[in-house]
């Protein structure tokens, strides 16, 4: 799909405020409510905006530490990869997976509560997983920035 400056307007806006009524957000883009209605069903439609969600202050859930945990598995085979994949979505610890480039075949974000969660989370979840050759996990000290908007230059 090409994405007109409008359009880009309107993923701004949304980005900044998903709560932002339809009304609000025509007089923001300079457009009338209609097309500006249609715009977003079309950008619902096709993908550009996959979803609305409320972004939950973690340390008020009590989860105060943000691991990073770079994985590297015994083989790099397209089996052994899937496996992997499909063991470490299914926790809900894991904010974020990502298949490397480097020494390490994945990095794992995720969000605890403390050193004992930590471990836990480790030894009863990441152990059992077949396949792994080697775990290391480092934390953040301080979160320095952090946004879900992604750059727009409309």
């Known amino acids: 799909m090409e994405l007109d400056s409008t359009d880009l ?8 405020d998903s709560h932002i009524s339809n009304i609000d957000l025509a007089k923001k883009i300079n457009l009338s409510a209609s097309p500006t209605l249609a715009r977003v069903k079309n950008l619902e439609a096709e993908k550009v905006i996959s979803r609305y969600v409320a972004l939950v202050d973690p340390q008020a859930l009590g989860l105060k530490m943000n691991v990073f945990i770079q994985i590297s598995l015994e083989k790099q085979e397209s089996a052994t990869l899937a496996r992997f994949e499909q063991a470490v979505s299914r926790f809900e610890e894991v904010l974020e997976v990502y298949l490397m480039t480097g020494d390490e075949d994945y990095l794992l974000r995720i969000v ?43």
């Open 9 to 16: 307007r309107i993923l701004k806006a949304l980005q900044d």
């Open 112 to 154: 605890v509560p403390d050193i004992q969660a930590l471990e836990r989370f480790i030894l009863d979840h990441l152990t059992k997983i077949p396949g792994i050759k080697n775990i290391r996990s480092s934390f953040a000290l301080k979160q320095v920035k952090y946004k879900t908007a992604l750059p727009i230059n409309s």
